[in-house]
């Protein structure tokens, strides 16, 4: 069965930084594509990041671009999130999603696979 699981969000100011994991287990592949996106209260989910094909491209969204870097370790079977340089308007809950069909990144409506989401939130 199929699972992710993330962890590292929590309360800084703006500025600061945080590092969510999301730990992998039981996908279809070893270096399944994969993605973060985030939910703000009243919005809908918007992608932040992914990493795909064998963990070699990866892919921002314009608001994080330069602040935030996606990366994996293999051996952990685990992806980051490193966001530095946060704003108030990074609030929200994360959210690591797999696709299950490594062809390469195809976003939202591809992921089959999703954590339960870990909150960020970003105080002026």
């Known amino acids: 069965q199929a699972q992710l699981v993330e962890s590292g969000g929590g309360s800084v100011e703006t500025g600061g930084s945080l590092r969510l994991s999301c730990v992998a287990s039981?996908?279809?592949?070893?270096?399944?594509?994969m993605g973060w996106f985030r939910q703000a209260p009243g919005k809908e989910r918007e992608e932040v990041a992914a990493i795909y094909t064998d963990m070699d491209k990866t892919y921002y969204a314009d608001s994080v671009r330069g602040r935030f870097t996606i990366s994996h370790n293999h051996a952990e079977n685990t992806v980051y999130l490193q966001m530095n340089n946060l704003k108030p308007e990074d609030t929200a809950v994360y959210y690591c999603?797999?696709?299950?069909?490594?062809?390469?990144?195809?976003?939202?409506?591809?992921?089959?696979?999703w954590g339960q989401g870990t909150q960020v939130t970003v105080s002026s």
């Open positions: 039981g996908l279809p592949y070893t270096n399944n594509d």
């Open positions: 999603a797999a696709d299950p069909v490594n062809t390469g990144w195809r976003g939202y409506d591809a992921c089959g696979y």
